[in-house]
């Protein structure tokens, strides 16, 4: 299912929308990360995805330092503030992986795979410093959301390389409940929040293909 494809409606909520936004279309449903996330994965192919994700969101500011620090409202700075406090820890540990998986795994096409990494990183941009109230928030909460899916990739890289990582710290779903349902009582604000978490989605996916078409090149070669 597309995330063009999943209504918004009003009545469920503005938290029902972003976690089945996040059900349909997060990095969960998507089978190169759940080949990753098995045990058998090939070592190249598990580093290149830590490359890859350490390449989108190991930098600083990310999307989450961005939203908060693009004026967000009293109730959102708080749930931004830990948010951000916790995925610095997740940076951490990617940064931590990246090293511990050597250099990127030569690929054909390297240089087409960088531009598209800096597309991506130009759209989180984008979004995560958008003008829109609520565009910002709704990204930043998929990004928690989805990560959940993504921490299986880091941990079985952990695992791969020796280690186990700590526990998540990030927000947990009653918190990010309770802040979509606050910020969310202007129907405009709901949808830009809906619309900022389909788009932080759509870079997850494009990113995971990109991964999976690495993998395929490799193994073509």
């Not at 045990?39 to 350490?54: F, S």
């Not at 990183?121 to 609520?134: K, P, V």
Request: proline content about 5%; overall charge negative.
């Amino acid at each position: 299912m597309s995330v063009e494809s999943v209504p918004f409606d009003r009545q469920s909520g503005s938290w029902s929308v972003l976690a089945a936004l996040a059900e349909a279309d997060g990095s969960a449903h998507h089978p190169f990360v759940q080949a990753m996330s098995a045990r058998g994965a090939a070592t190249r192919d598990l580093a290149d995805a830590i490359h890859l994700l350490c390449a989108l969101h190991g930098r600083q500011p990310g999307v989450i330092d961005h939203a908060l620090a693009h004026g967000p409202n009293a109730i959102a700075e708080s749930w931004l503030d830990e948010a951000a406090y916790a995925f610095a820890d997740e940076r951490a540990l990617l940064a931590r992986l990246t090293a511990a998986a050597g250099p990127i795994p030569s690929t054909p096409g390297q240089a087409e795979s960088e531009a598209a990494v800096t597309h991506q990183l130009h759209a989180l941009d984008m979004l995560a410093q958008s003008d829109r109230t609520g565009c910002a928030v709704g990204a930043a909460i998929a990004l928690v959301l989805d990560w959940r899916a993504i921490r299986h990739v880091l941990e079985a890289a952990a695992d791969r390389a020796g280690f186990a990582p700590l526990p998540s710290t990030l927000p947990i779903d009653a918190d990010t409940a309770t802040l979509a349902a606050t910020i969310a009582a202007d129907p405009a604000i709901e949808r830009a929040m809906s619309f900022g978490a389909q788009q932080l989605l759509a870079q997850h996916r494009a990113l995971w293909d990109l991964a999976d078409a690495r993998k395929s090149a490799r193994d073509r070669h």
